[in-house]
């Protein structure tokens, strides 16, 4: 295969049908919507099964009911719909059965606005509905790697029958880049032994999230969990950047993470010894190797598009070992990478002790002084 | 010898299990019809049945064939994704009157909208059982409930809502119609209409729902008798019994 320029919510599109998705249920939301539209043109093409819902409510229940037919089935949306899909999600979690949520995130909270961002990180990574369960929450930095975490959900959604959550910060949706598709795969000739397609010949198959008993669903509780535990030990996914040497780390994730490390080259060339670990999956989150990490620094950046919300899971890792310090662009906002570098900087020189919260004082303090000079 | 004739049995589709409803309660009855008329169709072993939440929750446990239990209100949805991926399945919601038409109205409106290729068994008993008996969108003027505890004022509170004749508004209805469960003659009815509504299915014409008026003794305090007068009078006159919409295709049928 060779690599074609394409639109990331088109390429995401394309990747879920090659991962053999036969069910797209979605309901138009900037700045998600290209994902929909894609799918409406391509998915009859192929004999499989498109709607647009009417309501964001209505498609993550079809997808749960496609999902207990045992087919690969997916929706994608952006943080408001995702709101409204937070009642499907607990209950496809509670039903254990597998289905894949591209969130591609905007600014909010509310209806805030349809530029990126990444504020989404506690719905998703924290669950976003009731009740206790996990679920898997991939972060891609770009299309390509995107276009790869769409066939990665869908084989960890049926290894653990998880809830995945695919993390798109608005700017992949929407940015255009050289990217490669995956072979188209074959579909599957036999329903999953556990779906619903019809009980000839062996016993009825019954999916439901109610255990009304309380041990029944303490007990539930507890493979849910266990499963988690399998999850956390095979399937943490991080990449790292020049840590070999590095006297300072940046932590990011997705598009956030992609402005750092090209700042973290410019600040290389600059002298600083300057390394980042990018999580890949945000569920399960790389504590260990970040609490590694966190052995070898002496100061940790973390930078993210929204006010700090993985930065209470590095502090968690860190374990108040070295100083954490903050930087965030919000409201839709993506940072330069000149920002980004400066703080580098910034951080490579300070030597002081951070106070547990006085991180977010601090970056505060220097983003409103950035806005009331006009910087970008 | 005296030649014996079975004239009444379990039917395959139900499983030899009592159920959890009160005495006087007709979910027994609305389940045992779709278990006769999916047994008589044929059709047990591709069905899906997707349950409510409400007293039905558990209908599951009483039919012999492949189920799944939806959130509250969406079954209509969940029954679109199953049916739209497995199509040659038999798919089929079994709602209540909170469920269908409070909770669930957008998700009920659109499967009709759509001309969803599903079967609807509605079951109005004017009252939420499964929490306590609180007021329904069906419950009628003037029913004390716990939570319409002067009676049902319908100007602060609302109507009550007839979904057949509503539903039978849309274009993609198929089929909509009102029985009733509260005596035999009327049971015959209602199964015939739900025989009518899976062969509406089965032959791809489209959405078809059943609204069966039922009784709730235990939460309108009532014995199983006086319950089920009360479907049969208050009930049935401001619920009238009849065919809402029948589409030409579907009444050209011969069930």
């Not at chain 2, 759509?114 to 008996?133: D, H, K, L, Q, S």
């Not at chain 2, 209805?173 to 015939?192: G, M």
Request: charged share 25%; with cysteine; glycine share 10%.
């Amino acid at each position: 295969m060779t690599k074609e320029l394409m639109k990331g919510n088109d390429a995401f599109a394309e990747a879920a049908v090659r991962a053999g998705v036969e069910g797209f249920f979605g309901y138009p939301i900037t700045p998600a919507s290209e994902f929909l539209e894609y799918m409406a043109k391509r998915m009859p093409e192929l004999g499989r099964a498109f709607l647009q819902a009417e309501s964001e409510i209505g498609a993550i229940h079809m997808v749960y009911g496609a999902a207990c037919a045992g087919v690969r089935s997916l929706t994608a949306t952006s943080g408001p719909g995702l709101s409204l899909m937070s009642e499907a999600l607990s209950y496809i979690a509670g039903t254990e059965v597998p289905a894949v949520v591209v969130n591609v995130m905007r600014g909010g909270p509310g209806l805030g606005n349809i530029a990126p961002s990444q504020s989404d990180y506690n719905q998703m990574v924290k669950g976003g509905g009731h009740g206790d369960y996990f679920p898997i929450v991939l972060a891609p930095a770009t299309v390509q790697e995107a276009i790869d975490h769409i066939t990665l959900a869908f084989d960890l959604a049926d290894k653990y029958r998880s809830l995945v959550f695919i993390a798109v910060d608005g700017n992949l949706g929407q940015m255009m880049e050289p990217a490669e598709l995956p072979p188209m795969r074959v579909l599957p000739e036999e329903p999953p032994s556990w779906s619903v397609y019809g009980a000839k010949d062996r016993e009825p198959n019954i999916l439901t999230s109610i255990y009304i008993d309380p041990p029944d669903e303490e007990v539930t509780n507890i493979r849910l969990l266990r499963r988690w535990m399998e999850v956390e030990k095979n399937e943490i996914r991080y990449k790292e950047y020049e840590l070999e040497d590095a006297e300072i780390a940046v932590i990011s994730f997705g598009v956030a993470g992609r402005i750092c490390s090209s700042a973290l080259r410019t600040a290389r060339e600059e002298g600083v010894k300057v390394g980042m670990i990018r999580p890949i999956t945000l569920a399960p989150f790389p504590t260990e190797a970040i609490r590694e990490l966190s052995k070898r620094v002496r100061r940790i950046l973390v930078v993210e598009m929204n006010t700090g919300q993985m930065l209470n899971d590095v502090k968690q890792a860190v374990g108040g070992r070295v100083p954490i310090e903050f930087y965030g662009r919000i409201g839709g906002i993506t940072p330069l990478p000149d920002e980004i570098l400066e703080e580098i900087h910034r951080v490579n020189q300070n030597t002081e002790d951070i106070a547990d919260g006085q991180e977010k004082v601090e970056w505060l303090e220097r983003l409103e002084a950035r806005i009331e000079r006009g910087d970008q | 010898m005296i030649e014996m004739e079975v004239v009444y049995s379990r039917p395959e589709s139900f499983t030899p299990t009592t159920t959890h409803y009160c005495p006087g309660c007709t979910h027994g009855t609305a389940h045992r019809l779709v278990a006769e008329v999916l047994d008589e169709m044929g059709i047990r072993e591709k069905a899906i049945g997707v349950a409510p939440v409400g007293c039905s929750v558990f209908a599951y446990d009483y039919f012999n064939h492949d189920f799944v239990e939806a959130a509250h209100g969406r079954a209509p949805a969940m029954a679109t994704g199953i049916k739209r991926v497995r199509p040659n399945n038999t798919v089929y919601t079994y709602q209540g009157d909170g469920d269908l038409a409070s909770i669930g109205m957008a998700e009920i409106v659109h499967a009709a909208i759509r001309g969803e290729n599903i079967t609807v068994i509605f079951i109005n008993n004017a009252i939420y059982g499964m929490t306590g008996g609180q007021m329904a969108p069906t419950t009628l003027p003037g029913m004390r409930t716990t939570s319409s505890p002067g009676g049902r004022d319908v100007e602060t509170m609302g109507y009550p809502v007839r979904m057949s004749e509503m539903l039978s508004t849309i274009d993609g209805t198929s089929y909509a119609v009102r029985r009733s469960l509260h005596n035999p003659a009327n049971v015959r009815k209602s199964k015939k209409a739900i025989r009518r509504a899976f062969e509406v299915q089965e032959r791809g014409m489209g959405f078809a729902m059943v609204e069966l008026l039922s009784s709730c003794p235990t939460n309108l305090k009532f014995t199983p008798q006086q319950a089920l007068d009360f479907v049969g009078d208050q009930m049935v006159s401001y619920y009238p019994l009849g065919d809402y919409k029948v589409a030409p295709e579907v009444k050209a049928l011969k069930v």
